[in-house]
């Protein structure tokens, strides 16, 4: 059981390039999500998605962009890296919504932009 | 928005007991859940309250209430290997899908 799987585990990127971190569970998941951790400052939801065609922003979406074509696939595009960009990047997904469900979350992508 | 606190650091000894405190502001409260985290690694889930009272499971246990704000994580006969980051979140059905929002994290350091 693979549960959710992240890719790449580490990436070096140069201001200015843009990235795809790739996001996939095999738990039949219908809510998937993306953080961003930065040293002192918790988990921070950038995008997640409700069921496949469905995303929405959380509380620091600029700079990045989503999409959900299938239930299984939910991948992080950078388009223009920036410096501040630069953190560990964690997704994690939940069956839905209901208030005792736990979300799983992947092995966390670590990002530095030079 | 959220407003999720708990203490940035704390040390505890090796055997001893230590509870971590966690206070939060929410307006659709659905849930508190707390979260262990080791250095370089994903957080693994602990503890889940949605109805005051204590939940203890093993040497950990979890405390909520909710017109307080206010939960605690407890944790008994310290290991070495507790020496982590422990993150208490909250589901929130006013916000953002009813998606988790961390708090900054208690980085737990145990000593012998």
Known sequence: NAGVTQTPKFQVLKTGQSMTLQCAQDM???????????PGMGLRLIHYSVGAGITDQGEVPNGYNVSRSTTEDFPLRLLSAAPSQTSVYFCAS???SSSGNTIYFGEGSWL??? | GQNIDQPTEMT??????????CT???????????YQQH????????????????EEKGRFSSFLSRSKGYSY????????KDSASYLCAVRDRDNAGN???FGGGTRLMVKP
Not at chain 2, 26 to 33: C, D, H, P, W, Y
């Open chain 2, 73 to 80: 994580l407890l944790l008994k006969e310290l290991q070495m």
């Open chain 1, 112 to 114: 530095t932009v030079v």
């Open chain 2, 39 to 54: 250095a370089g690694e994903a957080p693994t889930f602990l503890s889940y309250n949605v109805l005051d009272g204590l």
């Open chain 1, 94 to 96: 939940t069956i839905d």
């Open chain 2, 99 to 101: 998606m988790l929002t």
């Open chain 2, 12 to 21: 505890a000894t090796e055997g001893a007991i230590v509870q971590i405190n």
């Open chain 1, 28 to 38: 039949n998941h219908e809510y998937m999500s993306w953080y961003r951790q930065d």
């Open chain 2, 24 to 34: 939060y502001q929410t307006s659709g409260f659905n849930g508190l859940f707390w």
